[in-house]
Structure formats: structure tokens, C-alpha cells
């Protein structure tokens, strides 16, 4: 079974496509009009090893705000639809990431009830262009469209872009785990006593 998908969405404000494969790393092509969006992306991809191709190009002149939410639209549905009926998988995954002086721990549930706890407290506003408040954006609506319970907490943290970085690769490393077909579990399993998730 092929855990694979391919998600395209255009509106007025953005145009995003975004291909994905759970089980597949391929080196990862991402292109978005944001150089610090590009670099979350590529950790997401490589720390994740999923076979990841994004375009993304926002209407970053009016502010990044539509390109980094909308791409957390699309992500967030190209997960759901790899993850299918998300049969035999571990579903549950957590990562603690250390960067230098920050330490972010992530825990996630792939169950398909949306819960977003999100308490990172970057000290810059900026990083470069980047405006540090979009991130939380980009996990709301990930997590609404793909259908997870995902916790991203910041145990500590002083730099900004260790911050931000460090939470993109914690969240990829508990994502990789939780989506990992178990071969504990029969291919039909769903893990729930109640039998869906
Ligand atoms: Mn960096």
C-alpha cells in the first residue's frame, strides 16, 4: 500500500502544491517565496524522511501571513490523505529537540480529533523578514486539516531561530515515528480499543 499524496490549492492569495510520501525520503524540493519558511520546511522533510516537494507562492508583499497559513492548509490535507484510514501505524509519537540553549518537546496523537497546545516564546518579533508569530498559524492549521492532537511545547529557549527550527524538527522526528507502520500490528489494525481513530 502506497502511503502517498498530492495536494494542490489555489486562491486569490496563494497557490500551493505539495507532494508527499510517508515512507519514501527523497531529497527534499521545497520552494516557497519565503527563504525562512524554505528552511522550516527542509527540516520537517529531512528529520521526518518523507519524500517532500512543495511550491508555494504567497502574496508575501501584502505580509507572509496567507503563504505560511495556507501551506499548513495543504501539508495538513496531504498527511491526511497519506495517512488513509491510518491502519497499522503507531500513532502516537514525541521528540525532545535540543538546539544550543533551547529544548522544545513535541507529543502528538494521529488521532483524527483536532488539539493544538502551542507555547513557544520567541523574544524577536523577526527573524530577518520572517514574522515569529506565523508559526503558530502554520501548526493550527496543519493540525485542523490534517485531523491530530499536537502538542509543541518550548521547555526553554533564548535565540529565536533555534526556537522556531528546533520546534519544526521536533514536530518531524514525533511525526515520523506516529506515521510509521508498526509490524507488530496487523495490516488492518487500527490502535484504539474503541476501533477508529
Ligand atoms: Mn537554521
Not at 483524527?112 to 502551542?118: E, I
Not at 485531523?147 to 526556537?163: D, M, P, T, V
Request: with cysteine; aromatic share 8%; charged share 25%.
Amino acid at each position: 500500500m502506497k502511503r502517498t499524496a498530492h495536494q494542490k490549492r489555489q486562491t486569490k492569495e496563494t497557490q500551493i502544491e505539495i507532494k508527499l510520501n510517508l515512507d519514501e525520503f527523497t531529497e527534499n524540493k521545497i520552494s516557497t517565496n519565503s527563504a525562512f519558511f524554505n528552511h522550516l520546511l527542509e527540516q520537517l522533510g529531512k528529520h521526518g524522511l518523507f519524500g517532500l516537494e512543495i511550491q508555494a507562492i504567497g502574496d508575501i508583499e501584502i505580509d507572509d501571513h496567507h503563504l505560511i497559513e495556507d501551506t499548513g492548509i495543504v501539508l495538513g490535507l496531504a498527511f491526511k490523505e497519506a495517512l488513509g484510514e491510518r491502519k497499522q501505524i503507531r500513532r502516537y509519537g514525541s521528540a525532545r529537540l535540543p538546539m544550543d540553549e533551547t529544548l522544545i518537546e513535541t507529543d502528538l496523537d494521529l488521532t483524527t480529533r483536532p488539539f493544538l497546545f502551542y507555547n513557544l516564546q520567541p523574544k524577536r518579533e523577526w527573524i530577518g523578514s520572517f514574522d515569529t508569530s506565523l508559526p503558530l498559524e502554520f501548526w493550527r492549521a496543519f493540525v485542523n486539516n490534517c485531523g491530530l492532537n499536537l502538542h509543541i511545547n518550548q521547555i526553554r529557549g533564548e535565540n529565536a531561530h533555534h526556537i522556531i527550527e528546533a520546534s519544526f524538527k521536533s514536530v518531524a522526528l514525533a511525526l515520523r515515528t506516529a506515521c510509521e507502520i508498526d509490524p507488530r500490528q496487523k495490516e488492518d489494525s487500527i490502535i484504539s480499543t474503541k476501533g477508529v481513530l
